[in-house]
């Protein structure tokens, strides 16, 4: 089973709301993942999570929060977001963050801020 | 200059034919090299894993990796409509924990 799991699937929000998005697996990998993708272009790296620690914040705005409760558990927290943030967030898991490893996607979830 | 380049298309070929995808890339430090499919509005699946030099098979699909020539293929035999999709190559370096590095990625329509 290589499954990432996202909610909610879909997500409108205003300027001023928080909001949170989550991602699961249950593969036993220990690197999660964010990434933003806008249309037509390629998914960017945002941060990255290995053993529960966050090991890399890609110069990401303070407006995305992430969170790893547990291993198998990931959450990015949005707060006063603007219209630009409109985007497909995706979460990605792998055995670790190592090189050497590959790296499953979710089906993202897709936040328009209005 | 891009550290992966990658032709967005549109590449359009009929039902069939052999296809053809690819990208280069600048940072020798790339050792660990990865296809995705993705379809409209979907996560991308992961298609084929590699970090040698040299072709990987898997059912229709083939992996081509020349290190000295910084350069990666994905060839796709007997295609079918159901293949149309943005195929996004992806790279990782040899060291330290990082992301992974992507194309622009292809958009295939295979006509049917």
């Known amino acids: 089973d290589t499954e990432v799991t996202q909610t909610p699937k879909h997500l409108v929000m205003g300027m001023t709301n928080k909001k949170s998005l989550k991602c699961e697996q249950h593969m036993g990998h220990r690197a999660m993942y964010w990434y933003k993708q806008k249309a037509k272009k390629p998914p960017e790296l945002m941060f990255v999570?290995?053993?529960?620690?966050?090991?890399i914040n890609e110069s990401v705005p303070s407006r995305f929060s992430p969170e790893c409760p547990n291993s198998s558990l990931l959450n990015l927290h949005l707060h006063a977001l603007q219209p630009e943030d409109s985007a497909l967030y995706l979460c990605?898991?792998?055995?670790?963050?190592?090189?050497?490893?590959?790296?499953?996607f979710g089906q993202g979830t897709r936040l328009t801020v209005v | 200059q891009k550290e992966v380049e990658q032709d967005p298309g549109p590449l359009s070929v009929p039902e069939g034919a052999i296809v053809s995808l690819n990208c280069t890339y600048s940072n020798s430090a790339f050792q660990y090299f990865m296809w995705y499919r993705q379809y409209s509005r979907k996560g991308p699946e992961l298609l084929m894993y590699t970090y040698s030099s040299g072709n990987k098979e898997d059912g229709r699909f083939t992996a081509q990796v020349d290190k000295s020539s910084k350069y990666i293929s994905l060839f796709i035999r007997d295609s079918q409509p159901s293949d149309s999709a943005t195929y996004l190559c992806a790279m990782k370096s040899g060291g330290g924990a990082d992301g992974l590095t992507f194309g622009k990625g292809t958009h295939l329509i295979i006509q049917p």
């Open positions: 990605a898991s792998s055995q670790d963050s190592g090189p050497n490893t590959e790296a499953f």
């Open positions: 999570y290995s053993y529960e620690k966050l090991s």
